[in-house]
């Protein structure tokens, strides 16, 4: 009897969720109590509006999503400073968009990476940045290629040392220089030339 009355709190508590309002009026569905200084009640689930359990799933998704890449991103940082494949790189990203960048040369590179770590910094770089498969090959190897866009030449080569930049009517031309009078062309965030 007790096992049944457990079982059935149990299950009503997973028919409902905690909506909570931050001071700036963003709503959280969540299954466990609000924070403290959040507006919170309680929502059964079954009283959801279609786009409300979407908004829920996809935020859970989301949030499972970015714990994976942040995971990812640490696995990487530790078996780079225990290997050879320096981790200068995961490091020292200005951004997160140039961390996942570096990062796909590191995972493309190194052999002791984890394979699920792997295949989380690749689908975030090809979802979010538009790396492409096509383009493994000319990263692994450390060189640009024309058609490339700029987050795999940063997977190739690193950080430029400087970016020169041109914006007229017609767009935006970068030009990255790095070391060695090596240089890297873009129009519109695409390869189109390089120079060495």
Not at 55 to 67: P, T
Not at 176 to 180: A, H, N, S
């Given at each position: 009897m007790v096992v049944l009355a457990v079982c059935l709190a149990s299950y009503a508590e997973a028919q409902t969720l905690h909506k909570c309002t931050d001071k700036s009026g963003?709503?959280?569905?969540?299954d466990?109590?609000?924070?403290?200084?959040?507006?919170?009640?309680r929502v059964e689930r079954s009283n959801l509006t279609e786009s409300e359990a979407r908004?829920?799933?996809?935020?859970?998704?989301?949030?499972?999503?970015?714990?994976a890449f942040d995971a990812a991103i640490d696995g990487i940082r530790r078996r780079s400073m225990a290997h050879e494949c320096a981790p200068d790189a995961v490091l020292t990203g200005n951004n997160q968009r140039e961390k996942?960048?570096?990062?796909?040369?590191?995972?493309?590179?190194?052999n002791n990476i984890a394979p699920d770590d792997r295949d989380v910094i690749l689908f975030k770089a090809t979802r979010d940045f538009g790396v492409k498969k096509a383009d493994y090959g000319d990263i692994t190897s450390?060189?640009?290629s024309i058609g490339m866009n700029s987050c795999s030449v940063i997977a190739a080569l690193g950080h430029p040392e400087r970016v020169n930049r041109t914006t007229t009517s017609s767009g935006t031309r970068e030009q990255?220089?790095?070391?060695?009078r090596k240089y890297v062309y873009l129009d519109n965030g695409v390869v189109t030339a390089w120079q060495d």
């Open positions: 963003k709503v959280v569905y969540q466990r109590p609000c924070d403290t200084g959040k507006v919170a009640s908004a829920i799933e996809r935020e859970r998704s989301d949030k499972e999503y970015r714990n996942i960048c570096l990062a796909v040369g590191r995972v493309l590179r190194c450390g060189r640009a990255l220089v790095y070391g060695d």
